[in-house]
């Protein structure tokens, strides 16, 4: 946290413009639709980035885009339920690895046949 407060610092809560965005999109009848996500407390909250690299670097190169200004995106979010807008997020998800070792913790663990009728 920085102990120095400077003239061109904004608030945290305070609405800057952010600029054109590179704005996650997924195809829909006749035309592009913003995607929505939901923050890590469930609330939904519509997703822009400042470049199409950081898009691509969270969300994957495949991922379809459309560039809208931050006051465009807010008024087309707004109404389904979006009231705030994260600009740049990074995946906070943990990477899916193949299952190679023992279950999660308190999961049953198999036995073949031969040992549970020798364990019995």
């Known amino acids: ?3 120095f407060q ?3 610092d904004p608030e945290p809560e305070e609405r800057v413009p952010a600029g054109p965005l590179f704005v ?3 195809p829909g009848p006749g ?3 913003v995607r929505l996500f939901r923050t890590p407390l469930g609330a939904r909250t519509a997703v822009g980035f400042t470049t ?4 691509a670097a969270t969300l994957g190169p495949e991922q379809p885009w459309i560039r809208l200004s931050e006051s ?3 008024a087309l979010a707004g109404p389904l339920g979006a ?3 994260t600009v740049d997020p990074t995946l906070t998800a943990p990477a899916v690895a193949a299952a190679t070792g023992p279950g999660p913790v308190g999961a049953p663990v198999r036995q073949a046949p031969e ?3 020798r364990n019995a």
């Open 24 to 26: 996650p999109a997924r």
């Open 1 to 3: 946290m920085c102990l």
């Open 52 to 55: 199409a690299e950081r898009l």
């Open 6 to 8: 400077y003239d061109d």
């Open 115 to 117: 040992t549970a009728a």
């Open 31 to 33: 035309r592009a639709v």
């Open 83 to 85: 009231s705030s807008l």
């Open 72 to 74: 465009a995106l807010r």
